[in-house]
């Protein structure tokens, strides 16, 4: 029991992994207990498992095994977190579960299974079950297959995808196990009650004897429909619901609903997989099926038949074929042949479904015209295959071609068609069957009725008997008004027996359809149709519109609810109920109406009518209104009354008094009586004749409009309009057309005739009179509020003024909205209302297109205008579009008939020639616009490619393609555009710009939409795809349109198609639909109703209870396009704003009165409050990449207390509109409200930066606008933000630095700088530094330069965490790839620069040579402007300077003696950072002044005069003036010639060659006068450096710009190279250069002399010989031990650097081996310490193995020789120079000399070991050879042109060793000159020699001897003070006991080091140059200083210059 007492303490967890199964079984038992005890499904405990549960399932051993399962059912049933499991679990039970014998093992995990499925994951588990079928062993097979079922049975076919299962079947039928075959069948059956016959066609192919047996069992199974008994998580309403119907114990009619869904649900044609067939026709087929022989036509059909038996057909390309079976049907003589043809069409149509629709339009027609055919097999196959096509396509599509047809002669095709039209009504709904098909189909179909055959007759009548079952009778019955009864009686007997295809339960399952107004096809229908479908359905059933006006938001009128359901009546012509009836009344003689108005007036009244005074009919006239204002409406007899007025003198009265008051009473009678048209007839001649005159004009108006409410404006303008144009009167006819623009503005546009007042319009329009011409066009206006721009087609023919004028009207009316409808309805049912407003849907809506006269084109299209078009050269094929575009431009409007166009249009939309596609593009807009509506059927062909061509890569084309589509779909609506698969096939291609303009498109069209056709949901998953695709636009557009599509699909179902995807996007995903479903806008549905009335006026008295909404609707809805068809194509134009509207609008009244109140509401400590909970964590931290909803959702929370409730709205407002008046309202209230914007301060911030996330301009210019204000307001109110408030807001502002719009940027900047003011501008500084590492380029850059302003301003102090990381980090986008980049980084640097010297490179540390280069040459460029940067910085930064608050001078003071403490400790560091720069740059220029003035400053600093110059100086420790005691001639010289040679020397380095060229001969000059060349002591290694400069500047760009002129580049080479002889011919000059320098003098030489870009220059040779001289000039007179040591390192990184090509190193150690040579006459004046220190150095990075390692044995040589020299010569005393080196003993050189010490003393024997240390070679050849030899080999030395000066240095030492020596002979065969040479040559080194001992002596620098370093260090310090002219890290060559005492290893400092502190002190010797008074300059200065001061006598003698290179080359010769 010991191991038990063991496992039993560990936890469950680990128990459950223990390696003993009893201890996983006690695991698994406590885990089962533990996991049925956890109530919280989120707790963490349940994450400890996660990995564990496939471990439960899988145990080896079957006891654990079976409690493993039972607690990992209870983990998946428990645990949120299960999910995650699903695969590996579900895995585990297929293959180690499902093998088990024990059934137990089975059931559990058979229940995993499905619990996984409850819990939403069916998907998975559907395929690890299927995988599990792939098997070998068939138990597992035979579990998976009775999972499936059981999973089928209980979730039904909703949650079970049936497909994959149904593909897998015939599979198992076929196993050799029975036990899995008979669990199929099971399966089959089970599927069976699901789906029914939809799964015989995939099983039909299964064995016969096992299809009888499933047959036998399929007729056994319960006609009732099944119903899903177990429910996902996310389905327990209906859970709930289904248990409540269990309870009940039966079948409520709820859940019949469900099932009416979930049961037709699969087709079995989606369950079958698409077989391609184009490939496998035969290759022939083309051929063949033109062929002569009927027999080989033939073959080619009976090919095509059996492929397209394949019940389901792949998508492509059909158009050839369908072309040729067309062919064949239409043209075939064989008429077996015409019925295969139909067949195989009606198999294509059957296999493609809706794919085939786009060439249904094409075969109609042909199919139609061959019912000619008598032939019963014939008439069969056609009418198989024309009901076939039907299907695929819609009838409103090709009920052109059926109407077309329709009059044929040919009884046999009318027959036909009426019976191909009943069979297509049985298919339609009654939305699908709107009035505007059903009115021309019945129109035909009456004529058929009517026929004299008999079997057309009959045909007639079944097709309109079915209509009549379909619309219903109220739809139909107005169409039969004329039928007499008999027919009528026949046509409702034909309408008994039929059956439809949707339900035999007809009109009431259409009744019951309607009841919801949005159901799924049917009113997607789009265009004018669209919308009137709704409508219809809308009035089908009385109490039906009922709920459809509460639905749209409009209270049904009061009064009279349903009045519509007793009234039948179809349009205001037959108008029927109590109300209405007078309309019929008939005209009643003059006896009559005299005794009914007798009965009802006073007598006196009658009598007075005709008197001949008139004051009498004035009293008359009087009584009679009285009367009238008295009488009851029932009582009122309106014709008599008005025939009484029309009684002599009638109209003809000649006292306007009189007619006024007359005219009022007939306005009186039509308001107040029941007015008839008869009575309208009598007055409104009458009216018409007064409405022009000037005193009554006003009263016959008012009548007329009375009448026109009385009897319907329609009627009474057509009326109005007639007599005003009938007679001649021109004020009548402008007054009337003036009325009438009023009235249609009162009344609303519905029923008008707009046919008739069009050609009114028209003849008004031609008047003389132009009165009446302004009241047209003003008239024109007005309709087209209302029609649109499809009125202006009516008078395209007019003169071009004309058509100005009215484009002009046009024009002003366009943005306006058709006012709300006033009057005209008040009189009138609910029912009347609606009839009303479906004739104006299709009057207008259609009417105005339809009414225009269309010419057919079809004949026009010719062959060979097709064949144009598709030629094979592209100018014929432009010709032929040019045809095209001409006969379209000519026709105007066109009728659908256009032949073989589309298909040959269609090939030009991927023409190789981009315009020709531009071209068809616009054709295709032109098309749409001829054609109106009728453009639909072209859609599918024609259409779908203009969207691919949205591909393109041209943007023009692009454009283009998307104006096109867009004409388009203005006349067809969407839905044609979404139905089937093609729009979900473009969007599959993985073409960026397709993807990102299809999308775009959506986005902007499915709002509008009020539903989609369900084929939407193909596009789902691409929509995915691209929303992770690698183009960030389509990533963009994809996240835009989603909440689109949500809107139509729903959420579950977007969220469901998510399942396909892998596990990560579908996290994403998700993520991103959650985010979706917050901004999805909700459907347009019934608002688009209600717009459409409104602007229709059928009946605006619905709406007067809610005005405001109604108004909004008006003024919204309608903005964007006035023209109403587009409206209702559109549902709702101006997509879906209306929601948001509405709720403002209502509320609008009462809330304008709390609007008083403070915006912001104080609450103590509450951001205190805030702060604390943040910091606690109890709310998320704002911090985040984007804002998610929680966070927003928090920061409401947070406001609701702090901000008025109506502010807060409109800040959380989805729409930017209202963020925009927030922020107004913010801005308002600022000054007012300063308190309370304070203690909200932390949540405005907060808010802003949300805005800053909204792609909004508008809103983003507004937010800045108040930051600004904000800021300002803070910091006059001296506040400073919080951490909290900073951190949370500054991220956030950074990012919109980015912004690609310059006023943003420039805003956010501003905004940054005021920040400074409110918040340190030290913790500002690491918030911008964070915004340098964005991705956006734009933000980098602007972020290092606020960097650079923020130095600038307020000094190296606010870098954080230290100005060195700072810099670093600054640096560090030097190499960025960006251009704006890098140079705000080197102008930040620059900036810093300028404040803080030569120090910003010692905190920057290293840099890439290219960057360092970049960085010396922005210094350089910035030193040239000749401001200095405080003047810059006050002009820049007016708002910084002047913001600094009072505390910036003790920022600068405090800075400045901070500076000056550090600065010792920089001295010892050898730093070049010295006192001057931390005394601001306004001060630095008199230093020079004050030093040798002795305090006397005369320079003049007028812009300075505002300065504390005592805080500024105080700190700073001025040097005293020191005298330099080197030089003899520096007494005389002014540091003015200091500062000039300064300026000078920085003009070398210059850019521009001549500048370059003037500098250099300015100093050759100087070097050349002996007295003056001292002056450039102290400067030569400034000067080095800067020609070295301007060395690589040649390299790296002059060389390389082809612009150059390469004579250029030579003759700057010549200077350079000149001068630096000249330099190096002054030995004194020359040991001035620092070891640094020299190595870098060295690299830059012999890389020039390797630079085979020079060698192809013309006098390139030339210049390589001139740097030879001159390398070797360097060699001998440059400090020995400066130049030894040089090389040494120079050699080192040479083979250190792999770049460099090995002829580098070679000429390295050639000039070393030249050293070497020269050692015994140099070794005395060598620091040997430092020399061996470097030795030594070089054998540690390269040990004796790495070097024999080289390629070339040279290194090992070279470095031998020089050990084997220099021991030579010291003898044993060279062990004592080994001082420098820290452990001697490891050092490898120690070790080397002493073996070569021992190898020497063995060599020598026994010769004196106190042998002359200088002995040379000749020496020890004197001691072997004759002494002939030697001087023999020392004279031909001479005589060769290389070894001249060797040998005459050799000759000279033999002279002086053997003064006895006798040359005579060797000289005297030579020539005369030849002796002169050696002679003048022996004597020049004697002087050389006795010179260079004298200096050597006089500055005490040998390596024994003492040295007074007085001189050195004096001359140091002075050096140090002339700001940082500090030259070496190492002394020029420091004294021994200096070395000694610094055990510190000195490295060469490299001339890139120097150069820092050269380049500081040239820019201010440039700078005190510029500021010098050269007058003083030239009194103070000796001759030099004038000779380089004033440039005219500095000007380069050019000539000089030449001369002097003739000589360098005339003595290289």
Same mark, same amino acid.
């Given at each position: ?172 039928? =076929? ?74 114990? *039966? ?311 349903? #009045? ?36 009802? &007036? ?84 009458? &009216?018409? /004749? ?191 579009? /040019? ?15 256009? *032949? ?173 639909? =959650? ?41 919204? #809805? ?256 030097? *190499? ?178 001549? #500048? ?7 100093? /050759? ?146 000039? &070393? ?75 490898? &050189? ?224």
């Amino acid at each position: 029991m010991g191991d038990d007492s063991e496992w039993m303490k560990l936890p469950i967890d680990q128990k459950c992994e223990h390696k003993l199964w009893k201890a996983r079984l006690n695991g698994y038992e406590e885990a089962l207990k533990l996991f049925q005890k956890i109530d919280d499904e989120k707790s963490p405990e349940w994450s400890k498992y996660l990995g564990l549960i496939k471990k439960f399932v899988t145990d080896s051993n079957a006891v654990a095994q079976l409690k493993g399962l039972e607690a990992a059912l209870a983990y998946v049933e428990n645990a949120h977190v299960a999910g995650k499991t699903t695969g590996e679990v579900a895995s585990g039970v297929v293959n180690k579960v499902f093998n088990q014998p024990k059934a137990r093992a089975k059931e559990l995990g058979e229940d995993i299974c499905l619990m996984y499925i409850e819990i939403e994951k069916g998907e998975a588990i559907q395929e690890e079950l299927l995988k599990g079928l792939d098997n070998k062993n068939p138990k597992i097979i035979v579990a998976c297959i009775e999972t499936l079922r059981k999973a089928l049975s209980e979730f039904g076919s909703k949650i079970i995808s049936l497909k994959p299962i149904i593909k897998v079947l015939p599979k198992l039928f =076929e196993s050799r196990e029975k036990a899995v075959r008979d669990e199929a069948k099971l399966l089959a059956v089970e599927i069976y009650r699901w789906i029914r016959d939809a799964l015989r066609p995939p099983l039909q192919n299964i064995n016969s004897v096992q299809l009888k047996e499933l047959e036998e069992e399929w007729i056994k199974v319960s006609s009732a429909a099944p119903k899903q008994t177990r429910f996902l998580r996310s389905q327990q309403e209906l859970k709930a619901k289904f248990e409540q119907q269990q309870g009940l114990g *039966g079948d409520a009619d709820g859940g019949d609903d469900d099932e009416e869904e979930a049961v037709p649900q699969v087709d079995a044609y989606e369950l079958l997989e698409a077989v391609e067939i184009l490939s496998k026709l035969p290759k022939d087929f083309y051929e063949k099926i033109e062929a002569k022989k009927w027999q080989e036509r033939k073959e080619a059909l009976e090919a095509v038949e059996l492929l397209v038996k394949n019940p389901k057909l792949e998508s492509g390309d059909y158009a050839d074929l369908v072309k040729a079976l067309k062919k064949v049907v239409g043209k075939d003589t064989n008429v077996m042949l015409v019925a295969l043809a139909a067949k195989c069409l009606a198999g294509l149509a059957t296999g493609l479904r809706k794919k085939f629709g786009q060439y249904a339009g094409h075969v109609v027609p042909t199919i139609l015209e061959k019912f000619k055919e008598k032939k019963p097999q014939v008439v069969q196959a056609l009418q198989e295959a024309i009901d076939a096509i039907f299907l695929t396509t819609t009838l409103q599509n090709i009920s052109e071609d059926i109407l077309a047809v329709m009059d044929n002669k040919n009884p046999t095709i009318k027959q036909q068609t009426s019976l191909f039209i009943a069979r297509s009504f049985r298919h339609c709904t009654p939305s699908t069957l709107p009035k505007s098909l059903l009115k021309p189909f019945c129109a035909a179909l009456l004529k058929h009725i009517n026929d004299s055959a008999p079997e057309v007759r009959d045909a007639g009548f079944e097709a309109l008997g079915t209509a009549l079952k379909v619309a219903g009778e109220k739809a139909v019955n107005p169409f039969l008004a004329d039928v007499d009864k008999l027919k009528l009686d026949r046509i409702k007997e034909c309408a008994e027996k039929v059956e439809l295809v949707y339900g035999k339960k007809a009109g009431g399952a259409a009744e019951k359809k309607e009841g919801k107004p949005i159901t799924g096809k049917t009113t997607a229908l789009p265009g004018p149709a669209g919308d009137k479908e709704t409508k219809d359905a809308a009035t089908k059933p009385g109490p039906l519109k009922k709920t459809s006006a509460v639905k749209a938001g409009v209270p049904p009128k009061k009064g009279k609810p349903a #009045t519509a359901a007793g009234t039948g009546g179809a349009g205001p012509k037959s108008k029927k109920g109590p109300e209405t009836k007078e309309i019929f009344e008939s005209e009643l003689s003059i006896e009559v109406c005299e005794e009914k108005a007798a009965a009802v &007036l006073p007598a006196s009244c009658i009598q007075q009518l005709d008197s001949g005074n008139w004051k009498e009919r004035l009293a008359c006239m009087e009584e009679f209104q009285k009367a009238v204002e008295l009488m009851e409406r029932s009582e009122m007899p309106c014709q008599a009354l008005v025939r009484m007025l029309a009684k002599k003198p009638g109209w003809k009265e000649t006292n306007f008094q009189v007619m006024q008051m007359k005219l009022h009473i007939v306005a009186l009678i039509a308001q107040k009586g029941n007015f008839s048209k008869t009575s309208a007839q009598v007055v409104l001649d009458g &009216l018409v /004749d007064k409405v022009g005159d000037v005193k009554c004009g006003t009263n016959a108006k008012e009548a007329m409009t009375a009448i026109a409410e009385a009897c319907q404006l329609p009627w009474t303008a057509e009326q109005v309009v007639a007599m005003a144009f009938s007679q001649k009167n021109p004020k009548n006819q402008s007054e009337t057309l003036n009325w009438l623009s009023n009235a249609i503005k009162e009344f609303g546009f519905s029923g008008l005739n707009v046919k008739a007042f069009i050609s009114n319009v028209k003849t008004a329009l031609a008047a003389t009179n132009p009165a009446v011409r302004t009241s047209a066009i003003t008239l024109l206006g007005v309709m087209y509020l209302y029609v649109g721009p499809s009125l202006r087609m009516f008078f395209e023919d007019e003169k071009p003024a004309l058509l100005s004028q009215i484009d002009a009207e046009f024009e002003k009316m366009q943005g306006q909205t058709a006012p709300a409808p006033t009057r005209g309805i008040s009189r009138h049912s609910v029912g009347g209302g609606d009839d009303g407003e479906e004739e104006e849907q299709e009057e207008v809506g259609n009417d105005v297109v339809d009414l225009l006269p269309r010419t057919d084109i079809g004949d026009k299209i010719t062959a060979e205008l097709v064949s144009k078009i598709g030629d094979k050269n592209w100018k014929i094929r432009k010709e032929g579009l /040019d045809e095209v575009t001409s006969i379209i431009n000519e026709a105007k409007f066109i009728q659908p008939n256009i *032949g073989e166009l589309p298909a040959a249009l269609k090939g030009r939309l991927n023409d190789s020639n981009k315009i020709l596609v531009q071209q068809t593009l616009s054709i295709l807009q032109q098309l749409a616009t001829a054609m109106g509506p009728n453009i639909k059927q072209y859609v599918k062909n024609l259409g779908i490619p203009v969207i691919t061509v949205l591909g393109d890569s041209k943007n023009n084309v692009r454009a283009a393609a998307l104006a096109t589509v867009n004409a388009w779909a203005e006349q067809t609506g969407m839905k044609e555009w979404l139905e089937g698969e093609d729009l979900s096939e473009e969007l599959k291609k993985e073409n960026p710009f397709l993807r990102q303009e299809l999308l775009g498109w959506l986005a902007e069209k499915l709002p509008a939409l009020r539903s989609v056709p369900s084929d939407l949901l193909l596009c789902v998953p691409h929509l995915y795809s691209c929303l992770e695709d690698r183009n960030g636009d389509v990533r963009k557009k994809a996240q835009d349109a989603l909440p689109f599509f949500m809107m139509h699909l729903g959420f579950e179902k977007m969220a469901k198609a998510t399942g396909k995807l892998k596990p990560t996007s579908k996290d994403q995903v998700l993520a991103m639909l =959650e985010k979706a479903k917050a901004n999805m806008p909700a459907k347009p549905a019934p608002p688009a109703k209600a717009c459409s009335r409104v602007v229709g006026g059928a009946a605006p008295a619905k709406f007067q209870p809610a005005s405001a909404f109604a108004d909004d609707l008006g003024s919204n #809805t309608m903005e964007s396009k006035p023209d109403l068809k587009k409206a209702k194509a559109g549902g709702l134009s101006s997509k879906t704003k209306v929601q948001g509207k509405k709720v403002v609008s209502k509320p609008n009244l009462k809330e304008d009165d709390d609007k008083s109140g403070p915006v912001f509401i104080i609450v103590p400590n509450g951001k205190e409050q805030r702060m604390r909970e943040e910091k606690a964590l109890k709310v998320l931290k704002w911090n985040f990449t984007t804002p998610r909803d929680e966070y927003i959702e928090q920061l409401k929370t947070q406001m609701s207390t702090c901000v008025a409730k109506w502010l807060q709205d409109e800040m959380f407002h989805a729409d930017f509109q209202h963020h925009n008046k927030a922020l107004t309202v913010m801005i308002e209230h600022l000054e007012s409200e300063k308190d309370g914007v304070i203690s909200c301060l932390d949540l405005i911030l907060k808010w802003l930066t949300l805005r800053f996330f909204d792609t909004n301009t508008s809103v983003l210019m507004k937010a800045l606008e108040y930051l600004k204000l904000l800021f300002n307001l803070l910091s006059q109110e001296e506040y400073h933000l919080t951490e909290n408030e900073a951190s949370s807001f500054i991220p956030y502002l950074i990012l919109k630095v980015g912004e690609p719009k310059d006023v943003i940027r420039k805003d956010v900047r501003a905004i940054l700088n005021r920040m400074c003011l409110i918040y340190p501008a030290s913790k500002m500084f690491p918030f911008i530094m964070e915004g340098t590492k964005s991705k956006n380029s734009k933000q980098r850059a602007e972020c290092l330069e606020e960097l650079g302003c923020l130095v600038e301003s307020y000094g190296m102090n606010v870098c954080q965490p230290t100005p060195g990381k700072a810099l670093k980090e600054m640096a560090t986008h030097i *190499g960025d790839r960006d251009n704006t980049v890098r140079n705000a980084a080197l102008n930040t640097i620059v900036t810093v620069y300028n404040v803080h010297g030569d120090q910003v490179f010692k905190l920057i540390g290293n840099l890439s040579e290219k960057d360092m280069s970049m960085l010396e040459e922005r210094i350089k460029r910035s030193a040239k402007r000749p401001s200095s940067a405080p003047v810059r910085q006050a002009e820049e930064k007016p708002q910084r300077t002047q913001n600094i608050s009072a505390n910036a001078s003790m920022i600068r003071k405090g800075q400045a003696e901070d500076m000056s403490s550090k600065l010792n400790q920089n001295r010892n560091m050898g730093s070049h950072s010295e006192t001057t720069h931390t005394v601001p740059r306004e001060f630095q220029l008199d230093l020079d002044e004050i030093e040798n003035d002795n305090g006397t400053v005369r320079c003049e600093m007028p812009a300075l005069v505002q300065h504390k110059l005592d805080d500024i100086f105080e700190p700073v420790l001025i040097p005293e003036p020191k005298i330099r005691a080197v030089s003899p001639h520096f007494d005389d010289m002014h540091s003015n010639t200091a500062s000039t040679i300064n300026f000078v020397i920085s003009q070398v380095a210059s850019g521009d060659i001549n #500048t370059s060229i003037q500098a250099l001969t300015q100093i /050759d000059e100087v070097l050349k006068q002996e007295d003056k060349a001292e002056a450039m002591s102290g400067h030569i290694d400034q000067f080095l450096i800067a020609t070295l400069m301007q060395l690589r500047l040649i390299y790296n760009t002059h060389m390389a710009d082809e612009k150059l002129d390469k004579d250029e580049i030579v003759r700057l080479y010549s200077c350079i190279i000149g001068s630096m002889i000249t330099l190096f011919q002054i030995e004194s000059l020359a040991r001035e250069a620092s070891t640094g320098v020299l190595k870098d003098l060295m690299h830059g030489l012999i890389t020039l002399m390797l630079d085979s870009r020079v060698e192809d220059l013309e006098e390139g040779e030339q210049v390589i010989r001139s740097v030879n001289l001159l390398v070797v000039k360097v060699l001998e007179k440059s400090d020995q031990t400066n130049i030894l040591s040089a090389l040494l390192v120079l050699l080192q990184d040479s083979l250190l650097a792999t770049a460099n090509s090995p002829k580098f190193s070679e000429l390295v150690m050639k000039c &070393l081996w030249r050293m070497v040579r020269l050692l015994p006459e140099t070794i005395n004046s060598i620091n040997l310490d430092r020399i061996l220190l470097d030795i030594h150095i070089f054998m540690k990075v390269f040990p004796k193995e790495k070097l024999k390692q080289c390629k070339s044995e040279f290194p090992i040589r070279t470095l031998k020789t020089l050990l084997h020299t220099l021991c030579k010569l010291k003898g044993p005393k060279i062990l004592d120079h080994l001082t420098m080196i820290d452990n001697k003993n490891e050092s490898e &050189l120690e070790a080397h000399l002493c073996r070569l010490m021992k190898h020497t003393m063995d060599q020598s024997g026994k010769a004196d070991k106190d042998t002359e240390k200088g002995a040379s070679r000749i020496e020890e050849k004197a001691s072997k050879a004759k002494v002939n030899d030697i001087l023999a080999e020392i004279f031909k030395k001479i005589g060769s042109k290389e070894n001249t000066k060797e040998g005459l240095a050799e000759l000279y030492e033999y002279k002086k060793k053997y003064s006895d020596a006798d040359i005579e002979p060797f000289l005297k065969n030579s020539s005369q000159f030849f002796q002169s040479y050696v002679e003048r040559g022996l004597r020049l080194i004697e002087t050389e020699r006795e010179g260079k001992g004298r200096i050597a002596t006089s500055t005490g620098n040998t390596n024994g001897e003492e040295v007074g370093p007085s001189v050195y260090l004096e001359r140091l310090k002075i050096l140090r003070q002339r700001c940082g002219l500090d030259n070496a890290k190492q002394e020029d060559r420091p004294p021994l006991t200096s070395l000694l005492s610094k055990p510190a290893l000195p490295t060469v400092a490299s001339s890139t080091d120097m150069l820092h502190s050269k380049l500081s002190q040239l820019r201010e010797s440039r700078e005190q140059y510029q500021h010098l008074d050269l007058d003083s300059n030239q009194t103070h200065s000796s001759g030099i200083g004038t000779t380089l001061a004033s440039p005219s006598s500095a000007a380069a003698n050019i000539d000089d210059l030449k001369k002097r290179l003739e000589r360098i080359k005339s003595s290289r010769k």
